[in-house]
């Protein structure tokens, strides 16, 4: 039998040994149990201690040093050898990983690109947070007393930007004499410009409008809903077009509910669904070909407006979580995008998020779930929907979206007939081929995402912005080599497919279109910003940045033309409102260029183009957001047209008096992206742009600060 106190003596001795800090256990050293120990002070290293008998001590030590670490990381984001943009610089600050920031793969193959860490941000750089802050806009709208914001991202950041361009000073020339009073002046300019981009015919407050006098129309049809021919209309117009891009809808289920409700036998429905019901009805009354005459006195847009206060009313009577609550909040959202009201857009969609994670269709249901497989499948279709959709709609205002991290979601995407990924799914599970677009939108907004942390979130250099460029556009090409043959992009608008195509089915047709306009739109936002980097380095820019400048005026000009083509041709597609947004961030894109870069050659090629996107914009006669649109850009097109008339041509080398316009602080060399022998006679959402000179006055005329580029004559 063990002597007590050997035993005792004994545990006295495990228990200092455990209660060495790990710097000593390595050495072999005496350690006298301080935090930090003597040998530790003295070499001025960390002294940390583990072991089950000192948890308190343990946990102690541990804490301050993570917090010694991050503070380590603050101040090495934070020094100038950080901010080197050389190739050592470069290679040792390759995108740092940051904590909780993690992207997971981009494409759903599991593999993670070069793009998912996020380079570590110099939270504590007062010039960094100066420059986002200068990207972002805060105003209260003045028709609904809210207040809203818009980031970088923005197309309201992007006017920002253009108003201020006058108050830019050439160099050499003196600062503004007071900052205060031009910041309270920008302050009420940010708030006219958020009052002026608000379309006052459409609210989703009544109180905005309480005071507008009503006509005899509006006065007769406010007594009225909509006949049950005129519903019918709407909901096969929404089926027949919106329906292919967002099939989260069972057609089948839903008009069979619907017919309930024609026929008055309603007492089956939930409140949920009637709102969600005419939140339909208000979206395809929007989108619906316009007819001569109007249907009982009141036009589409009158009754979806109708349809949709019926709607919001409905939905906000009470707090209902369920499935027909997260579509109804959706399809609102749609209304708002396509009424040019992103703002609320972004206020509905974040709704049906919230909802969704709420009632968990965001999680793969357990095996012995016991729910109808038809509502099984529209939980996936819904909430797959509401990702892509939630992503577009956040980027394009330059809003966080609250979806949270991809590890939160795993639910399976919805399993389509025919997919060989499918395979040995129960056919109760499988979904029509025009369901397949759902998972392909979804790979789509993770790069959207992507390019909003990497690119529109990060205070990168021109080089680094190049090279996290190129990681991202090949993500955006591996997607495209994902998508069936048929819905691939167009690479050009007059692209000849064969004869065989004009057999596709309809929602082919409308899903091409939709994924070749939103793939050039990525594009533009991607390497967009290059063109504002370039402008401010005071070295050569790099070829590769050239090449992407390239691509970006490509996909430009490629998204004017297939817009416009389309509307020639296809009624449908002349009452998608939202195709303003792609199509102002083409036309302001080449403008960016035909102020800072563009050859005379090239002139008349780019003029074409903008008045084209002009020519869009004003087929939208029915938006009053879009004729403002229209005349910004008929103005900043009158404006360089004007500039740009020749004989102005200044040799290599000479001096750029004071007030002319230098592009690119001459490093740049031009190129011909677009000629003038470019054929025009077609058969067939901003904001960190750095748009430094076109739109004209919003409230600056910074035009007239500027000289003519100095380019050679054009004969």
């Not at 109808?372 to 929907?385: C, I, K, N, Q, Y």
């Not at 129960?426 to 025009?434: I, N, Q, S, W």
């Amino acid at each position: 039998m063990e002597n007590p106190g050997e035993s005792h003596g004994s545990a006295l001795k495990r228990l200092r040994a455990a209660r060495a800090c790990e710097m000593c256990r390595l050495k072999k050293n005496k350690c006298d149990e301080q935090s930090p120990c003597t040998h530790c002070k003295n070499r001025k290293t960390k002294c940390i201690y583990r072991g089950v008998n000192n948890v308190r001590s343990s946990s102690f030590t541990h804490s301050e040093y993570i917090r010694q670490l991050e503070e380590q990381v603050i101040a090495l984001s934070s020094s100038p050898a950080h901010a080197k943009t050389g190739s050592n610089a470069a290679a040792s600050t390759a995108i740092s990983p940051s904590p909780g920031l993690l992207l997971g793969g981009l494409l759903s193959g599991g593999e993670r690109s070069g793009t998912d860490w996020i380079p570590a941000q110099p939270v504590n750089d007062p010039q960094a947070r100066s420059r986002a802050g200068a990207q972002e806009v805060i105003g209260v709208n003045c028709h609904t007393r809210s207040f809203e914001f818009y980031g970088s991202s923005s197309s309201v950041a992007l006017l920002a930007r253009v108003r201020n361009t006058g108050d830019r000073q050439e160099p050499g020339q003196h600062g503004r004499e007071d900052q205060d009073d031009d910041d309270d002046e920008d302050q009420g300019e940010d708030e006219a410009l958020v009052s002026s981009l608000h379309n006052p015919a459409f609210s989703v407050n009544r109180a905005e409008t309480a005071h507008a006098p009503l006509t005899a129309a509006d006065t007769g049809m406010s007594a009225q809903s909509p006949s049950v021919s005129h519903c019918r209309l709407f909901v096969d117009s929404f089926f027949a077009t919106l329906h292919y891009i967002y099939p989260i809808l069972d057609k089948a289920a839903f008009l069979g509910w619907c017919e309930l409700i024609w026929t008055g036998n309603t007492s089956s429905l939930s409140q949920s669904f009637i709102a969600l019901y005419y939140s339909v009805l208000s979206l395809g009354a929007l989108l619906r070909p316009r007819e001569e005459e109007p249907m009982s006195g009141a036009d589409n847009v009158k009754w979806s407006r109708k349809c949709f206060d019926e709607a919001r009313r409905r939905s906000s009577s009470a707090m209902v979580t369920d499935l027909e609550m997260v579509q109804c909040n959706f399809f609102l959202a749609k209304v708002c995008q396509n009424e040019l009201s992103p703002h609320w857009a972004y206020m509905h969609i974040g709704m049906a998020v919230r909802i969704a994670l709420s009632i968990g269709i965001n999680r793969e249901p357990p095996a012995n779930c016991k729910k109808d497989p038809a509502f099984l499948r529209t939980e996936s279709r819904t909430w797959w929907g509401l990702y892509f959709l939630e992503t577009e709609t956040a980027f394009s205002i330059g809003r966080p979206d609250t979806l949270g991290a991809d590890l939160y979601h795993n639910r399976r995407y919805p399993m389509v007939l025919g997919d060989p990924l499918a395979a040995g799914t129960p056919p109760e599970l499988l979904e029509p081929p025009h369901c397949a677009i759902i998972k392909y939108m979804v790979d789509l907004s993770r790069i959207t995402r992507s390019i909003c942390l990497h690119i529109y979130l990060s205070d990168l250099s021109l080089e680094r912005a190049v090279e996290i460029g190129g990681q991202i556009e090949r993500d955006l090409e591996r997607w495209v080599e994902s998508l069936p043959p048929a819905l691939r992009p167009l690479g050009d608008s007059g692209q000849k497919r064969p004869l065989r195509a004009a057999m596709e089915p309809q929602y082919v047709k409308k899903q091409r279109l939709a994924t070749t306009v939103r793939y050039h739109n990525l594009r533009i936002l991607l390497f967009g910003p290059l063109l504002t980097k370039a402008s401010t380095v005071e070295h050569a820019c790099p070829v590769e940045a050239k090449t992407n400048i390239a691509k970006c005026l490509d996909s430009a000009r490629l998204t004017i033309e297939i817009i416009y083509e389309t509307y020639q041709h296809q009624d449908f597609f002349r009452t998608w409102f939202y195709n303003t947004t792609y199509t102002l961030f083409a036309a302001s894109i080449i403008l960016v260029y035909i102020s800072q870069a563009a050859e005379e050659r090239e002139l008349q090629a780019l003029f074409k183009l903008v008045q084209m996107a002009v020519e869009i914009l004003e087929t939208m006669e029915e938006s009053v957001v879009v004729a403002k649109a229209a005349k910004l850009i008929q103005r900043a097109l009158a404006r360089a047209q004007r500039r740009a008339h020749p004989g102005l041509g200044n040799a290599a080398g000479e001096t750029v008096g004071e007030g002319s316009f230098l592009p690119f602080n001459q490093p740049w060399s031009p190129f011909g992206v677009i000629s003038a022998e470019s054929d025009f006679s077609l058969p067939f959402q901003f904001g960190y742009l750095g748009a430094d000179a076109f739109f004209g006055d919003l409230s600056n005329e910074f035009y007239d600060s500027m000289r003519p580029p100095m380019v050679p004559e054009f004969h």
